[in-house]
Nanobody, 128 residues
Framework: QAQLVESGGGLVQPGGSLRLSCAASGSTFDYYNIGWFRQAPGKEREGVSCINLRDGNTANADSVKGRFTISRDHAKNTVYLQMNSLKPEDTAVYYC?????????????????????WGQGTQVTVSS
C-alpha cells in the first residue's frame, strides 16, 4: 500500500499563496479518490478538496471555492493543492488521503472515514 507524504506547508501572510504536494511512495497512485483535509486546533477535521483520479472530476468545500485548486500529475504520482488568497481561518494542519471508494469526488469530499491511507500532515499558518 502506498505511503503519502505531504509537503509545501509554512507561514504565509493573508492574501498569499502556497502549493501543497501529496506524493505517493512505495506504490503507484492507483486509488480512486485523493482528498485534502484540514484540522485546526479545537475544530473537527474538514474536507477541503477532492479529486477522482479516474475521471478527473474535482470538488471543493464552499469555504475554499474560487481560492483552492486540486490537481494531479500522473507521471510524478503527486496530487497538488494550490491555495490562493489565503485567510487566517485557513490555518490548520493539512492532510492528504487516498481512498479505494469509487464514488464521485463530490461525495468523497465529505466522507473521511472512506479513506484508506493518510499522510502525516503539513502545517499551514496564515498570519501577518
Amino acid at each position: 500500500q502506498a505511503q503519502l507524504v505531504e509537503s509545501g506547508g509554512g507561514l504565509v501572510q493573508p492574501g498569499g499563496s502556497l502549493r501543497l504536494s501529496c506524493a505517493a511512495s512505495g506504490s503507484t497512485f492507483d486509488y480512486y479518490n485523493i482528498g485534502w483535509f484540514r484540522q485546526a486546533p479545537g475544530k473537527e477535521r474538514e474536507g477541503v478538496s477532492c479529486i477522482n483520479l479516474r475521471d478527473g472530476n474535482t470538488a471543493n468545500a464552499d469555504s475554499v471555492k474560487g481560492r483552492f485548486t486540486i490537481s494531479r500529475d500522473h507521471a510524478k504520482n503527486t496530487v497538488y493543492l494550490q491555495m490562493n488568497s489565503l485567510k487566517p481561518e485557513d490555518t490548520a494542519v493539512y492532510y492528504c488521503a487516498a481512498s479505494w471508494n469509487t464514488g464521485p469526488s463530490s461525495l468523497l469530499l465529505y466522507l473521511p472515514d472512506e479513506y484508506d491511507v493518510w499522510g502525516q500532515g503539513t502545517q499551514v499558518t496564515v498570519s501577518s
